[in-house]
Every structure is written in structure tokens, then in C-alpha cells.
């Protein structure tokens, strides 16, 4: 990666001038703005800013694309492929002090907030008007964070991912303009959709300054299932069965045995130790009662034992919580490892001989590679634990990834189910867009000519992302 410079002094002069503390440059904030959260170097901007609302960050944008500088926008730091990074330095545009929730239509289930505002406030603010906002990535991210590198997490198996329920949104383009993408209509035909595409575009065509938001009822009632079973690739097919069966799952979640005790020790659970199957279902109290019994039925044909299912609000929150502690729980079975998440997501008929092959692979390499995965969507991640000081493991854990995605490519998957592309992810995504990625820089560089907005990732090697 080229050389960090330093901002012009000229720019530092106006921001400090017009932002006081604001703006800082202090190394230990610059560290916290690089990517914290991955096994890839952290390289941080050379200054962080605090804007409050749109007209600062259109301030701020258009200041930058004038001096050349690069932009970007941070939402609460969670993301796992180098995203926040600055390869070419520039300045780290902080939204969390942009924290309004704007409106509620209660009425129209849908809601304007600012981008700093994380889903866990949001469905606090909520709770009262019997709505929630149903996507759930585990980290407590920002609903701009989310939005720009399209999430997901448990739920999408029925709520779908951030390009469902994202309906419009307000942001900065890369010479300081504001635009709105859409409004609160359900449904648009009014020209291209510029709503999906700065959705999922990871702060490097924009940055979004607001969003309306699709809302959903909070369901009558929900009920958690879990049970294990003797292999990983049982416990897939009883997914794939229990789907093809038009089971409604809210979510449904696979962790291999690894995992499981890994869970068992971080968040004091007394699971037992063989791939398990954790699943959800929202509706009436009769309807999820029913659709629990018929999952366990199904799932007891694929060799499924230790079924137990509640309606317990306290004894599911506890159950998801180590579901969504599973990232730092497997981090803590290999004491100053490091983890490299893969993120691949194929059709949900070849998932299951994906994930037989992938464990396959990680053990024939001598790799650490607990396997927690979004199965209904046909989505799982490895979390390779790595020495960054042995050469050979690390090698051993890129042949691995290099190879899991080439195995997502060809059956007919993706090397990215919901994580981005960011740095990490860049080898993969030529091989995956074959030509389309030139339709990409050509996006890029039509919307951003002077390459400042959030260069170096996604695109690698194209001028406009430097
Ligand atoms: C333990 C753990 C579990 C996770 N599980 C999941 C999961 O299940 N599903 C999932 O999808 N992800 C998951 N992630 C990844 C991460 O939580 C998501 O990528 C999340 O959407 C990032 O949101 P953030 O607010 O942290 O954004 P950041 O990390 O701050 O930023 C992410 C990207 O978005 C850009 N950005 C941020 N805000 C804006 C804005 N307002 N406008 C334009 N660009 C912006 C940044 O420049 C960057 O490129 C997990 C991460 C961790 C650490």
C-alpha cells in the first residue's frame, strides 16, 4: 500500500477553525478509526471529524474533493474486510454524533433516522409503538454502517437484508451535492435505483446522511428451537428439508461442534458438544408452538437428538446473545490469535456439500476453522484463528479462503454473503463479476472522478478507487 500523507495545511486550518475539538488527530483516535475489528493491518486516516448533520458533512465532503482529499465515513467500526482502512490516508468521517431518530409513521411501518443511530436504539425507541426494525447483524453496527455494506445477520432467512428495508435515503455525493434516492412510497419505478445501488456500496460512492427505513409489527409471539446433531452436513440437510417444507423459520442458525464449546465456555451455556441447529419463528402463540414441533419432527429424521424449544422471552434473549457472541467466544479458544471471517453463501441445495468439503479442507490444512452459519440463507462464515507472527499458518489460512471462494463460484454462490468486499474480499470479486466489474469502475469513476470518497476498497487497481 502507497505512503499515508498528511492532509494539506490549509484544509486542517479551515476544519479546525469550523469544527474546534471536533476535529481531532490524536494517533490513539486515528488507530480506533482504521479497521479494528479484522486480522488485516490497521491503517489509519490521518485525522477523525465529528459532523452533527448533513450540511457539515456536505461541508466537510466538498472541502476534501477541493484539496484532493480522501473521504471516510465510519459508522460504529464492526466491519470485518478493512473497510474503514486508509491506504491513501484522508480524513474519517465519525457519524455517530449524527443520532436522530427523524420520524415514525407508525401508520406506514417505516421510519427516517439519521445514520449514527445503531438497531438496538432504534427498537428501544420502538418497543412502545408495538414496531421493530427486524435485521440483526449481532455487532451493535449503525444503520448507515449497515445499510452501506448491505447487512444482514440471523433474521434475513425471513426479513430479507439491508436492500429490503432500506425504502430511500438522503446522502452526500462526492463533490459535496445532497441528493434523496427516493421517498416513503412502498414501492418506486421512477428511474434508475440509486437507493440500491449506495446500498452495499461500503463509503465509496457516498455517504449516507439518512434513511427511511421499512418497520416491521413486533410478532404476538416467538419461539426458540434448538438440537444437535451427529454431522454438520445432517444438520444442513434437515435445514434444507425443514425449508422445502415451507417451514417460516425467523431465523435459523448452525454451529459446529467447535463453535458450541467454544459458546459453552465464553458465555456460560451447557449445550452439548455436536453441531447444533438454533431456530426461531414469529407469529401466533398456536403457529410457533406448532411450526417448533414440526421443525423438531423434521429434524429428528436427519438424525437430530436433545430437542428442547421455549417461549421463555428471557431464556431466547440468552440463547441469541451467545449466538451473536460467537465471533469473540471463538477468538477466546486460541488466547492472541486472530480471526479471519470467510463470509460465502450459496444455494441453499449445494450448501450442505459445500460446508462437508469446507470442513474437509480446513483439516487437511491443520487449520482452526469453527464454522457458525446463517444456514437458512445458505450462508456460513469459518473463523480461521491464525498466529499473525507464523507465515505458514497464515498461508495455509489464505489457501483456504482463496479456495472456499472458488468453491462458493462454482457452485454457482458468492465469495460474500453479507460482510462486503472491503479490502479483504477484493481477489475474489473479479473472478465473481468477470465483466460487470468494469460497469463498476465505470460507476465509480462517472460519480467520483477524483477517487476520494473511501479509495482502496472494492475496487483494487481501477483509477477511480486509486
Ligand atoms: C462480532 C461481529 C459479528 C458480525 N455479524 C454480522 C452478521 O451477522 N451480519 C452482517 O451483515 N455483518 C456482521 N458483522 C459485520 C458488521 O457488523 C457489519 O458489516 C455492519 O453492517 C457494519 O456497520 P458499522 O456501523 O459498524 O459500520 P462501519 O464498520 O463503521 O463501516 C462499514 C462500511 O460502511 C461505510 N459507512 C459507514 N457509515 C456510512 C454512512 N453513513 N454512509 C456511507 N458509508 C458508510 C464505511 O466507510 C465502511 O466502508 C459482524 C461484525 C462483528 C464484529
Redesign the pocket.
Known sequence: MPAVSALPQALVETLRARFGDRFQTGAAIRAQHGAT?TWIENQPPDAVIFPECTAEVADIVALCAHAGVPV?????????EG??NAPHGGLSID?TR?IDILAVNAEDMDCVVQ??V?RSRLNEHLRDAGLFFPL????D??????????????TAVLYG??KDVVLSVE?VMPDGQVIRTGHRARKSAAGYDLTRL?VG????L????ELTLRLRGIPEAASAARCSFPTVEAASSAVIGALQFGLPFARIELLDATTVKAVNRYSRQDLPEAPLLLAEFHGGPNAVAEQSQAFGEIAREFGATGLDWTVDPEERARLWKAR?????AVLGLRPGARGI?TDVCVPISRLAECIAAATEKAEALGLTAPIAG?VGDGNFHNLILVDPANREELAAARTYVGWLNELALSLEGTCT????I?QGKQPYLEREMGPALGIMAAIKAALDPKGIM?PG?ILVGHSAGR
Do not use: C
Open positions: 475489528t471516510i465515513p465510519f459508522g460504529a467500526g464492526s466491519s470485518l473497510q474503514l457519524l449524527m445514520p449514527g445503531t440483526d447483524p449481532g455487532a453496527a449503525t444503520l448507515g454502517g449497515m445499510a452501506a455494506t448491505r447487512a444482514s445477520g440471523t437484508t439491508m446522502a449506495l456500496s461500503e463509503g465509496t457516498g455517504i449516507i446522511t451473536h457472541d460467537v465471533f469473540w471471517s446463517h454473503g453479507e460482510h462486503g472491503g473511501n476498497k
